[in-house]
Nanobody, 126 residues
Framework: QVQLVESGGGLVQAGGSLRLSCAASGYSFDSYSMGWFRQAPGEEREFVASISRTGGSIYYSDSVQGRFTVSRDNAKNIVYLQMNSLTPEDTAAYYC???????????????????WGQGTQVTVSS
């Protein structure tokens, strides 16, 4: 059974940092590209960052470029999202996802992901 479990969300003041983790199980983690998405109330789910199966290809949305860092530990089956210089506009539920379609690239299209976690809430106060 495939599971993606996010953790590390919470309430933080503007300018602060959080590190999200996504623990994967039930599939060959190192055969999948991984992505992070977020969704604010009333908004569509949007791409945040992605990393190829080896970590050799990484891509960020313009809104988080330079502030967020995605990484993965294939030995532990975990993908991370380090978030710095947070702003209230970063408030959303954050989801990790796994894609087998283009595992050697940093996948951006949310419809290319096979598995999704349940999400973790990040709230940034001003």
């Amino acid at each position: 059974q495939v599971q993606l479990v996010e953790s590390g969300g919470g309430l933080v003041q503007a300018g602060g940092s959080l590190r999200l983790s996504c623990a994967a199980s039930g599939y060959s983690f190192d055969s999948y590209s991984m992505g992070w998405f977020r969704q604010a109330p009333g908004e569509e789910r949007e791409f945040v960052a992605s990393i190829s199966r080896t970590g050799g290809s990484i891509y960020y949305s313009d809104s988080v470029q330079g502030r967020f860092t995605v990484s993965r530990d294939n030995a532990k089956n975990i993908v991370y999202l380090q978030m710095n210089s947070l702003t209230p506009e970063d408030t959303a539920a954050y989801y990790c996802a796994a894609s087998s379609m283009f595992a050697d690239t940093a996948v951006v299209d949310r419809f290319s992901f096979d598995y999704w976690g349940q999400g973790t809430q990040v709230t940034v106060s001003s």
